[in-house]
């Protein structure tokens, strides 16, 4: 199993680290199979080589794949920033935030301006990956190695569709146990299982955007939306600070009230603990976009279609 | 100052050391670190270390037999490892030192 998950884990790594590494990597795991801390040391590794990539390894990849990879990485980023944003939304729903909002319009212009920055995120993530999956599924059509990596993108999303359906259903079911600890726990557990629905998904559109002949024009279509997610994204952290600051200086009593699942932490930590992964999520999908357009912009971008 | 590695465990320093005596592949680099150091190098640290020896120009690949492929010192990896050791020695030397004079002070 460790040995599965290792071998899984190799595919975390960039992809010029791994078109360099992977097979020698692999022998090294034959030669020497690793147990749990090995695993963590590879996940380490993959996050180092992602964080700090040695330079000669950008050679590896052509600066059309870097374009591909810049915009399927905003995608991954935007999944896990909604995650945060998720949180967020389920934080300050209620009736008590809506009253703050309308007595300190700062925390009301605040929340306003994430949800309309989210819409525009979502469309900008609809628009830049439509014409992709439009291409990917007219492929799937003739090819049948295509439809079963088109599958792959898509079981995730039915499962996330299917385990939101059952959250809800169980929510208005008046079952007495969804308020209690078997509640609790039931929502984390479909929440981290949504959130490797997503993870899953991402992975798979990575794959076939990888392998899929796309027009230049299409894959710059891509990364201007990409970088208009990532924008919003930004903004987004930084309404998110706004608020949070508003709230806990407008309206401290609120903010300590325990939040979540057996309110174990309180309004205000899960406000501060939100924005920090909106704040990471939105820099690391920034600085994608920022790589995709460097390599656009150098020869040889865009000719491979 | 330029360093290889942040201390005398370093992953840098412990795979310029194994391939000090000739090239090795990644299960012979990490079998003998754990040999002459204790030290048990999981493969994602061994490859990071490798990758940035080799970004760095201090470590070199040789044509891959099956698929491992061993590495070597080149000139410039020689003369770094040899001034990190130098370093060290030095530290290593002042440390037992200045133990030994605290020792004979009690």
Redesign the interface.
């Known amino acids: 199993m460790i040995e599965r998950l290792a071998r899984a884990t190799l595919r975390l790594y960039p992809l010029g680290f791994r078109r360099r590494y992977e097979p020698e990597m692999l022998a090294l795991l034959e030669d020497r199979p690793v147990g749990a801390l090995g695993l963590l040391d590879l996940l380490w590794g993959a996050v180092r080589a992602h964080i700090r990539p040695p330079g000669s390894l950008a050679a590896q990849v052509s600066p059309d794949e870097r374009v591909r990879l810049s915009a399927s990485g905003v995608l991954l980023y935007w999944v896990l920033f909604a995650a945060a944003g998720f949180g967020y939304y389920k934080t300050t729903e209620d009736v008590p935030f809506s009253r703050a909002g309308h007595a300190h319009p700062l925390l009301g212009v605040a929340h306003a301006a994430v949800q309309a920055l989210a819409l525009i995120g979502s469309g900008a993530v609809l628009l830049g990956a439509g014409p992709l999956i439009a291409l990917a599924l007219a492929r799937a059509r003739r090819e049948p190695a295509w439809r079963r990596m088109v599958w792959r993108a898509v079981w995730p999303v039915l499962g996330f569709l299917g385990l939101s359906a059952g959250l809800v259903a169980l929510a208005h079911s008046g079952w007495r146990g969804s308020a209690g600890t078997v509640g609790h726990g039931l929502a984390i557990a479909l929440s981290l299982l949504g959130l490797g629905c997503g993870a899953a998904c991402v992975l798979a559109c990575r794959r076939a955007l990888l392998g899929l002949p796309v027009p230049a024009r299409w894959l710059r279509n891509a990364l201007v939306w990409a970088t208009v997610a990532a924008a919003a994204m930004g903004l987004m952290a930084v309404m998110v600070a706004i608020y949070a600051a508003g709230l806990l200086s407008e309206a401290a009593g609120l903010a300590s009230v325990g939040n979540g699942p057996f309110g174990l932490v309180s309004i205000g930590a899960s406000l501060i603990a939100q924005l920090a992964a909106m704040t990471v999520l939105g820099a690391l999908a920034a600085a994608a976009a920022a790589r995709g357009w460097r390599r656009v912009r150098q020869p040889g971008a865009g000719e491979t279609v | 100052m330029r360093y290889i590695g942040e201390r005398p465990s370093d992953p840098s320093v412990l795979v310029l050391t194994s391939l000090a005596d000739g090239p090795k592949?990644?299960?012979a680099i990490?079998a003998d670190v754990e040999r002459f150091a204790g030290v048990r190098l999981?493969?994602?640290?061994?490859?990071?270390a490798?990758?940035?020896l080799?970004?760095r120009g201090l470590i070199e690949p040789l044509p891959?037999e099956?698929?491992?492929?061993p590495y070597r010192l080149t000139a410039a990896g020689s003369e770094a490892l040899q001034r990190e050791l130098e370093v060290l020695r030095a530290v290593a030397g002042q440390g037992l030192d200045r133990l030994r004079v605290a020792e004979a002070r009690r």
């Open positions: 592949h990644g299960y990490t999981g493969p994602g640290t061994l490859y990071g490798l990758s940035r080799e970004d891959a099956d698929r491992r492929r």
